[in-house]
């Protein structure tokens, strides 16, 4: 995707001299608040275990460098790539997939839904406030499309509000890999962080993913004596590696196969053509369930996600049942919005701490540090 060939932005801007329209984007993201947010929300670990595990914010620039590598080698935009990659987690609420979970709960019950793609959409488009001629900030078209896209495809019909992102047709290839470059980031170093924590036997992991445990014997056989976690770390490279390669290669094989010449014929395609092939979707497929049975309903993890899902379920019916509770921005667009939504915009952008001290300040929680985020 061209950044000349952009459907361009909602408000018209002059070109940069020196810089693509994709490149502004992806300096714009860079620059928000909601993108130096996500430095204070929980991946999965808190450092209640460690100072060394991944955040929002880390995992976020891991994906962008696994974006960048993917995009490059498919001949793709990488610096659209990259955008989306910056970009792709910025709508999430405090505590990770629980949180998102219990958000989505709660506005179902008002007859609403939430969602951390839709929600980064409302984050670009209305709450960052940066520049004087326009709200939001003014991202190109196929960067917009690429936050609600990347991951799913939207029906016109249950969703009229994003009738103008072509709804209908796929989105291009740099935003169609953004979503698996995702998923190679955390089941990989979910993995990593979990022996960290002392929460991964080794010995079960390989026992139970097959292939981790092949590539894990033939390191440890090239590399008799090692230190046991430099031996892992080998092992983890590999399986990453591996998993980037097969979506590289089958991509290509895909669009070699389909004919495809052009951005419209991608859009046009009957379905979506970046992804795994089915031995590399097995094995992906055998590491997140290993992680959802070991590591992310790990008695551990669990009490404290969710004792926080708690706090921020009743933080929620705090604000919404007692007017003048929120900041007035948000006050103010409770009068012309229904206040369940914007209370929900409220906690959505809300680090983990924030939440946590807001619910003391206002519902006396004690919960200190021992916030955790889960997948």
Known sequence: MRAERSRGRRYPEPSHPYRSDYARDRDRIIHSRAFRRLEAKTQVFTTRYSDHFRNRLTHTLEVAQIARTVASALGLNTELAEALA????????????????????????????FNHNLHALRIVEQFEQRYLDFGGLNLTFEVREGIIKHSRDYSAAEFPQLAEYLLDLRPPLEAQLIDWVDEIAYNTADIDDALEAGLLDLAVLCREVAFFGEVYAQVNSAHRGARQKLVFNEALKRVLDDLATSLIETTQQRVLASHISSVEDI????????GFNDAAAARNGELKRFLFKRIYNHPAIAEDRDRSVKCLEELFIYYADRRGTMPSFYEELAQTESRHVIVCDYIAGMTDQFLLRQHHEHLGSALGDKSAASQ
């Not at 792709?88 to 709960?105: M, N, Q």
């Not at 859009?267 to 053509?273: G, H, M, S, T």
Request: hydrophobic share 30%.
């Open 86 to 113: 910056l970009v792709h987690d910025i709508g999430h609420p405090p505590f990770g997939h629980a949180g998102e979970r219990k958000l989505d709960e709660l506005m179902r019950e008002q007859g609403g839904c």
């Open 267 to 274: 859009r046009q395609a009957p379905n979506r053509l970046a």
